[in-house]
C-alpha cells in the first residue's frame, strides 16, 4: 500500500530551474527518511538528497548547491528543487522511501531533460 507519485518533471533549458513533487501514502510519513535518486541513460541510479524525520539532509557532490531537498509533513510530500540544471541533470526522478536502513520503495519517476 505504499505510494509514492512524482510530479513536476518536464523539458527545461540549461541553467533553468523545476520543482518535483512526491506525494506520499500507505505509510507514516512523518517519521520515514525520504529521498530522490535520478537514473540517466547508461549510468547507474544515484541518490541525489535525502532528508530524515528531523529535517537533516544529504545532497550529492554532484547537485549539491544546486538541489534542495524538503518536506512538508503536512501534506505527505517531499520536494527536490533544482536550480542551475545543467544537461549531466538529465535523468529520470525517482522518490524513494528508507526503510530499516535502505530505501526499498520508489515511485513510477518523472523525467527530467535539462536541453537548449
Known amino acids: 500500500q505504499v505510494q509514492l507519485v512524482e510530479s513536476g518533471g518536464g523539458l527545461v533549458q540549461p541553467g533553468g530551474s523545476l520543482r518535483l513533487s512526491c506525494a506520499a501514502s500507505g505509510f507514516i510519513f512523518s517519521i520515514s527518511t525520504m529521498g530522490w535518486y535520478r537514473q540517466a541513460p547508461g549510468k547507474e541510479r544515484e541518490l541525489v538528497a535525502s532528508?530524515?524525520?528531523?529535517?537533516?539532509?544529504i545532497v550529492a557532490d554532484s547537485v549539491k548547491g544546486r538541489f534542495t531537498i524538503s518536506r512538508d509533513n503536512a501534506k505527505n510530500t517531499v520536494s527536490l528543487q533544482m536550480n542551475s540544471l545543467k544537461p549531466e541533470d538529465t535523468a529520470v526522478y525517482y522518490c524513494?522511501?528508507?526503510?530499516?536502513?535502505?530505501?526499498?520503495?520508489w515511485g513510477q519517476g518523472t523525467q527530467v531533460i535539462v536541453d537548449s
Open positions: 532528508i530524515t524525520d528531523t529535517g537533516n539532509t
Open positions: 524513494s522511501r528508507a526503510l530499516t536502513g535502505m530505501f526499498r520503495y
